[in-house]
Structures are given as C-alpha cells and as structure tokens.
C-alpha cells in the first residue's frame, strides 16, 4: 500500500509542475521493479516540441552549448514550435546528470549525440516531406559543422550558428 501511495503523490507532483515526459514514465517504472533508471531514460537525449498547427514549414534541431543546461533551450523551442516548425533538442552527454558527467565526455561521444538526435529529427522531416534545419549554439554550432564535415549523410538545409 505504501508504494502506491508514493506513486500517486509522485504523479501528482510530476502533473502539479507540468513534468510529464518519458522521463517520468522511466522513473516510474524504475521505481515499480525496484531499478534505477539511467541517466538517458530520465534526461533524453532529445526533447521534442511538434507543431501546434499541420502547416509545418521545417523540422529545426536545436543543440546547445558547452556548459549550458539544454533546458536552457526551451524558451527557443517553444517559440519555434508556435511559429509552424517541428522542434528536436539535443541533450548531450555531459550535460544531463551531474557535472561529474561532463569530465568523461569525449568528441565521439558529442558526435554521437549530435548524430542520433540528428537522425530523429531526420526522419521526421522525411515523414513530413519538409526540409530539416539547423540551430547551433556556440559549442552546439561547433558539433553541427563538425558532424556535417565528418558524416557524409548528414544533410541541413539551413543553418543558423551562434556564438556569444
């Protein structure tokens, strides 16, 4: 009776702060078999923001920088998922967790964040017959090109890159 009862006050306060995602669900079902879940379950190393309306003009891949939360990206998300276009942001590795993550993060690694979320976005773009595009910030900017260099799939349409 006591793990349902923590289960109904921990979906409550998830539905309370708006913090439904897979996320959860992980952490849920972690929590119901008595297991941890993983880092890539609780943070994933994509967030989605789809289109509010069916007049979609692109599917945008957002990935933030170096030692920047990828929440941080959110605002820009939204605001781009309310202005007709399909949202993925990347999380990459290092940045999910805690701190203590990002000291073991190597340059294939990154790649290989930038490159699965790429791939997602990818595919949703084919699905919707729409191109995909590119959002970089600063170190986020540096991996887009370094995966448009070294992956010869990797195809953008567009690219904004930016840098403080």
Do not use: C, Q
């Given at each position: 009776m006591k793990k349902k009862y923590i289960l109904v006050v921990l979906v409550v306060a998830f539905l309370g702060y708006g913090i439904w995602s897979s996320g959860l669900y992980m952490f849920l079902r972690g929590y119901l078999q008595n297991s941890e879940p993983t880092v890539s379950e609780v943070f994933p190393p994509t967030e989605y923001y789809p289109s509010l309306r069916s007049n979609v003009k692109a599917v945008v891949l957002i990935v933030h920088g170096l030692n920047l939360k990828p929440s941080k990206m959110s605002d820009l998300g939204t605001f781009l998922q309310e202005s007709d276009f399909e949202v993925y942001?990347?999380?990459?590795?290092?940045?999910?967790?805690?701190?203590?993550?990002?000291?073991?993060?190597?340059?294939?690694?990154?790649?290989?964040?930038?490159?699965?979320?790429?791939?997602?976005?990818?595919?949703?773009?084919?699905?919707?017959?729409?191109?995909?595009?590119?959002?970089?910030?600063?170190?986020?900017?540096?991996?887009?090109l370094d995966a448009l260099l070294s992956k010869e799939d990797v195809k953008i349409e567009k690219m904004i890159l930016e840098c403080e």
């Open positions: 942001t990347a999380n990459l590795s290092g940045h999910r967790g805690s701190f203590d993550d990002h000291k073991i993060v190597t340059r294939a690694i990154w790649l290989e964040d930038f490159y699965g979320a790429y791939k997602i976005a990818s595919a949703r773009a084919s699905e919707l017959k729409i191109p995909i595009y590119f959002l970089g910030f600063s170190h986020g900017a540096v991996l887009g």
